[in-house]
């Protein structure tokens, strides 16, 4: 049909379904702010073009399975079509006007009413729930039948009727990443909404509901059996909030399995894939969305999925897609068949699942041997793919979030947590494959995750390797270990070997294995060149936290929250130069007193000096004189008392023990603070000269020889 249609006609008469090919609600803030702007401005007289909706009309053999919504279509003469293009749009329309509704009901005048005693305009709320939300089927009213909504197995449906439509009675409600769309959606046009309404009253809430359902038109097209609606799916939804490489790749998967022949896939083996295809889906999706606060990138995880489940070429940008969609699950892939031989004693099922495949048989040496024709891409291929996902999908989610995570070791637990602290980089899919294969034992991965941390803080926090170093190797690997093709020593061991020879040298006189941190202390001399030295390193804070969690785990007490400590705030810090940039104080002046001016900026800047704080600290402080900062000091100007270093962090505390600070503590500290990183990373410096050497403190040392000579 041509001409344009308001959300009033479109609803009238008509029940909608998303069916299961199409991805969940999928608009944000951004989309919801546009559909906002453009009623609110919209002129009362004006009309407004919202674009093409694509439906499709469903047969009889599916939405006879309806049980809620049959009545509505063999009662009353409802149409039921499956969304194919629009559904963003229609979901926030229902939901929008699901809003308006519950701003209605609230409203202190309408708290003892009916529904049908409640109007908006000249409609009751009654009527407008049954035009565009939801039909209860009299005389009972058991049965609600709602106009909108996905298939029954869609996780997003039971969330939408429960916390949508506030249906009572929910129990258990999966949410995934779609589902937090949903409730973002709903909470931004109730709050929008009750804005509207304090500011210009009950009239505006009339004139923006007509122009809603009256003044947003569309052009409604009808799309027939014989066109290919998966192909129009991708093509359609393309124009809009764009599909995400996950979201294209389940509309494929399931298109594929309508071009299987009888021979290739019974029709029950048909729904069976089908079926495993959506169950992947939804377990992805949950996992996705299951931190509410911090919901995964899809196309992140698909991408290491594939690093993971095929086998990885240095490839560039989407090129991955590319496989996926069109080299790997295309249409070609089934029209195109390869002969197979198989004899009558080998297992058929390792080649088709029983199948009645064109096949000529022959004898060979009195053994039956059969050439089959089976599709290049098999049925059972596109299920062990989609199984591995849905596998892989909670795994990912642990990687994430390790913390208080009853599915890992405490070890496991604190390691992976150490890894996303110093940035994972690109050991994410190693370190997901390592939980796919039941014959790895936790103190194995352990061991890999801390020969993972070692290699990153050694290679790319201090030796400043290029981001992409050895990434193909590693990304190999993850696939070789989820496939048994190679284990886990084998992996640690590679790794302790590229740091034994590429991050360290063998010295002449002792033939040990020292650190080599020429490219450590060229980057550093850069640093400090700008004023900052080892402040500016972005290793800094995760090894002055390992320092105070060393601390922690001898005393107790975790007095550092590493949220608060990585968070930047303005008018605050969490790393403390104890030695202060601006040394205005008499007593800094006469501690450092005879040291030259390029001297003091090293002292500021130097490993030794910095101390992570258990709390911010006003920046106006932190001139204080050392033995004010070790002592709580009352702040006159905010009236409270300021925490000092004695009953800080446990860095804090041990700094406090110092009774001056001067340059030869903070070398002192220095040396402390990089003998704990020989320990901790398994990492040895050849000499005192070269740990001073590196904290640019060398200079200290000459000075001593020369006093002793």
């Known amino acids: 049909m041509n001409e344009l249609v308001s959300f009033k006609n479109i609803f009238k008469d008509r029940i909608f379904k998303i069916p299961d090919y199409q991805r969940g609600y999928a608009w944000t803030t951004r989309q919801l702010k546009d559909f906002w702007e453009d009623v609110v401005n919209l002129p009362p007289d004006r009309f407004h073009y919202t674009g093409l909706l694509s439906l499709k009309m469903v047969d009889k053999k599916v939405w006879y399975r309806w049980n809620d919504e049959r009545w509505l279509i063999e009662d009353r003469g409802y149409k039921p079509f499956h969304i194919v293009d629009g559904q963003q749009r229609l979901a926030t329309f229902v939901i929008f006007i699901q809003a308006i509704s519950e701003l209605l009901s609230n409203l202190p005048e309408n708290k003892d009413k009916k529904e049908e005693e409640i109007y908006l305009g000249s409609f009751s709320l009654k009527a407008i729930k049954e035009e565009y939300l939801v039909v209860v089927r009299p005389p009972r009213f058991i049965i609600r039948t709602y106009k909108f909504g996905y298939e029954i197995d869609n996780p997003s449906f039971q969330f939408l009727k429960h916390r949508i439509y506030n249906e009572p009675n929910s129990g258990t409600i999966q949410e995934t990443f779609y589902t937090l769309n949903l409730e973002n959606a709903k909470n931004f046009f109730i709050e929008n909404l009750a804005n509207l309404y304090k500011e210009y009253g009950w009239s505006e809430i009339e004139v923006l509901f007509k122009k809603l359902t009256q003044n947003l038109m569309f052009n409604v097209y009808e799309i027939s059996d014989d066109f290919d609606v998966f192909v129009a799916f991708e093509t359609m939804n393309n124009r809009g909030k764009k599909l995400s490489n996950l979201e294209l790749l389940k509309n494929r998967l399931i298109y594929l399995t309508t071009l299987y022949d009888g021979n290739d896939l019974k029709i029950d083996e ?125 795994n990912w989610y642990n990687t994430h979030n390790p913390l208080n995570n009853p599915e890992l070791s405490a070890k496991e637990s604190l390691w992976i947590d150490r890894l996303n602290r110093i940035g994972i980089i690109y050991f994410r899919p190693l370190v997901t494959a390592s939980f796919l294969s039941k014959n790895i034992e936790s103190k194995d991965r352990v061991k890999l995750f801390s020969a993972i941390e070692r290699f990153i803080f050694i290679g790319f926090r201090m030796s400043r390797s290029m981001a992409n170093y050895r990434n193909s190797e590693f990304y190999r690997a993850s696939r070789k270990l989820r496939i048994k093709e190679m284990s886990i020593a084998n992996i640690v061991s590679r790794l302790n070997e590229l740091v034994d020879n590429v991050f360290s040298y063998t010295s002449d006189v002792s033939n040990a294995l020292f650190f080599d941190y020429g490219y450590f202390q060229k980057f550093l001399e850069k640093k400090f060149k700008n004023g900052g030295g080892f402040y500016q390193w972005n290793g800094l804070r995760y090894f002055l936290y390992e320092y105070e969690m060393k601390k922690v785990r001898l005393r107790g007490s975790k007095k550092i929250d590493w949220n608060l400590f990585v968070k930047g705030e303005k008018d605050k810090v969490s790393i403390e130069h104890i030695y202060p940039q601006t040394p205005i104080n008499k007593c800094w002046k006469d501690n450092f007193k005879g040291q030259k001016k390029s001297n003091k900026a090293i002292f500021q800047g130097t490993l030794g000096n910095l101390l992570p704080l258990s709390q911010s600290i006003n920046s106006s402080l932190q001139n204080d004189c050392f033995k004010d900062k070790k002592n709580p000091k009352f702040n006159e100007r905010k009236n409270k008392m300021r925490q000092g270093y004695s009953d800080g962090s446990h860095s804090e505390i041990e700094v406090s023990a110092y009774e001056d600070w001067t340059p030869e503590t903070i070398l002192e500290r220095g040396n402390i603070l990089l003998k704990f990183m020989e320990k901790r990373w398994d990492l040895k410096f050849e000499s005192d000269y070269a740990k001073a050497e590196l904290l640019f403190l060398e200079f200290m040392l000459s000075e001593e020889e020369n006093e002793n000579e």
């Open 270 to 394: 048909r729904v069976s894939l089908r079926e495993k295809i959506n169950d992947a889906w939804k377990e992805v999706y949950f996992q996705l969305g299951r931190n509410k606060k911090k919901p995964l990138n899809d196309d992140d995880f698909l991408v290491a999925h594939w690093i993971m489940y095929f086998q990885y070429s240095r490839e560039k940008g989407d090129d991955y897609i590319r496989f996926l969609l069109e080299q790997k699950f295309t249409p070609q892939n089934i029209y195109t068949k390869t002969e197979v031989k198989i004899s009558s004693l080998q297992s058929f099922e390792e080649i088709r699942e029983e199948d009645d495949t064109d096949q000529e048989e022959v004898e060979v040496n009195g053994i039956n041997e059969k050439t089959v024709l089976i599709p290049k891409l098999t049925p059972k291929e596109i299920e062990n793919y989609v199984n591995s996902l849905k596998a892989a999908a909670v």
